[in-house]
């Protein structure tokens, strides 16, 4: 059996936005990609070179637009709320990416992806080639190959 690369479990349907987009437009792209059944977890953002930036989640969309806003017992939610965001949505996402994650090349084999997986907090890592983004592997996809591998009794695993 030859050995599992990135590439080999890397999705080529991903969403991606750039470091432009303001929290309004991102929060109207992850809605439209949710409605078209695009796996809206994570989204691949991409500089004005078109190079990759980092990867942009729901939560940090939503980190983004409460700030410093934490609600109070008697606050009225929404009002409170919509009083907050309303100064945030036009944010960019350059203003809210999280430090650059790790990333791998095609050829990056199943073992880099799982020492990958296991030390980051990251709902995928992107596959880069030449600064750009090919494909992004889910830890859901790591985790099937791994059990794939550990589970095989062809390959010494456990099954």
């Not at 992850?30 to 994570?42: C, R, V």
């Not at 059990?147 to 009794?153: D, E, Q, W």
Request: proline share 6%.
């Amino acid at each position: 059996m030859p050995d599992t690369l990135a590439r080999d479990l890397m999705t080529k349907r991903f969403l991606r936005i750039s470091t432009a987009h303001t929290l309004r437009e991102t929060m109207g792209i992850i809605l439209y990609g949710e409605q078209k059944k695009h796996d809206a977890g994570a989204i691949a953002v991409i500089d004005q070179e078109g190079d990759f930036a980092g990867i942009i989640t729901p939560q940090n969309v939503v980190l983004g637009l409460l700030n410093d806003w934490t609600p109070g017992k008697d606050d009225p939610q929404k009002d409170a709320f919509l009083k907050s965001t309303e100064t945030h949505l036009s944010k960019t996402i350059q203003d809210i990416l999280p430090p650059k994650q790790p990333s791998v090349a095609p050829d990056a084999t199943l073992a880099r992806l799982i020492k990958l997986a296991g030390e980051s907090e990251y709902e995928c890592i992107p596959v880069i080639d030449e600064g750009r983004v090919e494909g992004l592997v889910y830890q859901t996809d790591i985790f099937k190959a791994a059990a794939g591998v550990a589970l095989n009794p062809e390959t010494d695993g456990i099954g």
